[in-house]
């Protein structure tokens, strides 16, 4: 009961977060938001400080990161910048396309039997018309014109490969693997969620799980060796001291707030699941969660991006060889974290001139004023019709997907029946032939001297839906070989991520008043019967 209310229960019957119920699961979420907020802030600003003050790195791109923080700031001026024109233009492109895309389904089902909608939402599925061609796999069209201006930001190279392995997968060795009776669960008719889950189970599961393998070995050589090429790295200029204006505090002390939070998030774990192993949530707690983010901290500091620290299924892993035995610590604060990328916000705080302690205060501000709103307004839409329903229709696509696939981790450390369907769908010849296959494509790619954003982004489109890399892939074709070309490509690359920041402010602000008059229609609607 202190994740959700039992079953049976007025709270989940009546579709409200404003019954008693429900008190636990807030205390915890609000105790558990609490902590990972100073959890963060206290291990990001040690990272920041060794990162930036100590070891002096250069942070190539928080200077652009930095601008989209201001181009709001520039309305205030007498003369407005360039990132409030760009930020102007993605807002404008984000309402345009947001009265189609939201608009018009959410006004209609307040005013029309039947819900009006232009665009599928999330995406056109081809998948069942497609079974003949392609069996066993997966295609169709995302609609939602962010995907294209993702592409935008994302690097060109992991997006490339992201799409070569979406399509190589979906178009040749699904239907391979289903001809050689590998895919064996998947039937004529199934439309795309229900196909990805059986595929998942099938054999891409376990495939994914050797290149996750290889993915991290190789992200760790690939850390230690930028690590050691660029050790003397350092940003131009004199050494220059603490600027006092930043309101900075002893190292020591954010280390005690740090370890105190950490300390907390054990302790919570052991009270909420006394028979999972407490030391594995110390492990993870003070000790790899900040050698993960120093390393995470570094390559961003280094290059920009923490490109290729990740560890897939470490969390998944542990629980199953814990020798736990039960579903509950599944839904447990366990301290695994990466907060890496904290010591680049604090580096934009200070290129921003914005005092440290005011990150403190607006977090503070904004977790009372949302914490508290967000129940009230999220009662409401969930009176509006039960979650997943045709109310939603993004969940209703893809809850069946993560729902299932979330049961099937929490499943695994079951008394009755886990191992049995862990052994079922873990394969150990699968994930031998996916650590070895990424391997091959690995030494190929370096054989042709190709990026290694390649690599990552091929292995992770093995996974990925079509329907959304597609627009990635063309969002991705229009910034270099047409934007790049016309503005330039230093330019092109800090007006992108203010253009996506401006089209979501867009898309959010049409997409909020067209759900204030669902909100309001409801209300009146359960007044008047």
């Not at 490339?160 to 008719?189: D, M, R």
Request: charged share 10%; with cysteine; hydrophobic share 50%.
């Amino acid at each position: 009961d202190w994740i959700v209310p039992p079953r049976g229960s007025p709270a989940l019957s009546q579709r409200s977060f404003l019954h008693a119920d429900w008190f636990k699961p807030i205390v915890l979420l609000l105790v558990v938001t609490v902590m990972s907020k100073i959890n963060s802030l206290s291990l990001g600003y040690v990272l920041f400080r060794i990162t930036n003050d100590i070891e002096r790195l250069p942070y190539p791109l928080a200077a652009v990161q930095a601008g989209g923080a201001t181009a709001l700031a520039e309305s205030s001026g007498a003369r407005e910048g360039w990132r409030w024109e760009v930020f102007s233009v993605g807002a404008f492109i984000g309402i345009i396309w947001g009265l189609f895309y939201v608009v018009i389904p959410t006004i209609s089902g307040i005013f029309l039997t039947q819900t009006v909608t232009i665009l599928p939402i999330p995406f056109i599925d081809l998948t069942v018309s497609m079974k003949e061609m392609i069996p066993a796999s997966i295609m169709g069209l995302g609609t939602d014109l962010s995907h294209v201006m993702i592409g935008f930001v994302l690097p060109f190279w992991i997006v490339v490969g992201t799409f070569a392995a979406s399509l190589l997968v979906n178009l040749l060795i699904n239907p391979l693997l289903y001809s050689y009776e590998i895919l064996h669960t998947w039937e004529p008719g199934m439309s795309a969620i229900p196909t990805q889950i059986a595929n998942s189970f099938d054999f891409w599961l376990s495939f994914s799980i050797g290149g996750a393998v290889l993915v991290a070995l190789m992200g760790f050589w690939m850390v230690g060796a930028t690590m050691w090429r660029l050790r003397g790295a350092k940003r131009e200029g004199e050494e220059e001291g603490i600027p006092k204006e930043r309101g900075d505090i002893p190292i020591p002390v954010a280390l005690a707030i740090w370890a105190v939070s950490t300390a907390g998030f054990v302790g919570l774990v052991y009270f909420l699941v006394p028979s999972f192993p407490w030391w594995i949530s110390a492990f993870f707690g003070f000790v790899w969660t900040p050698i993960y983010s120093y390393i995470g901290a570094r390559m961003i500091g280094l290059t920009g991006s923490p490109q290729g620290v990740s560890f897939p299924y470490l969390r998944e892993g542990s629980f199953y060889l814990s020798g736990y035995q039960g579903a509950a610590v599944w839904f447990a604060p366990i301290p695994l974290f990466q907060w890496g990328y904290e010591a680049a916000a604090f580096k934009q705080l200070e290129l921003t001139h914005t005092r440290f302690g005011s990150i403190v205060k607006l977090a503070a501000v904004t977790l009372l004023i949302m914490f508290a709103c967000s129940f009230i307004f999220w009662t409401f839409i969930w009176k509006l019709g039960p979650i997943p329903s045709s109310a939603y229709p993004f969940v209703q696509k893809f809850w069946p997907f993560h729902a299932t696939m979330q049961a099937f981790w929490a499943k695994s450390t079951l008394t009755e029946g886990g191992n049995e369907l862990v052994t079922q769908i873990i394969r150990w010849d699968y994930i031998l032939i996916g650590a070895l296959g990424s391997g091959g494509l690995l030494g190929v790619l370096h054989l042709f001297k190709a990026p290694v954003a390649l690599f990552y982004g091929f292995i992770g489109g093995v996974g990925a839906w079509p329907h959304f890399v597609f627009p990635n892939f063309i969002g991705a074709l229009l910034g270099r070989y047409y934007f790049q070309r016309r503005f330039g490509a230093q330019k092109w690359r800090s007006y992108t991520p203010i253009l996506l920041a401006g089209y979501s402010c867009g898309m959010g602000l049409v997409g909020m008043c067209s759900i204030a008059l669902a909100l309001i229609s409801k209300a009146v609607s359960s007044i008047v019967f």
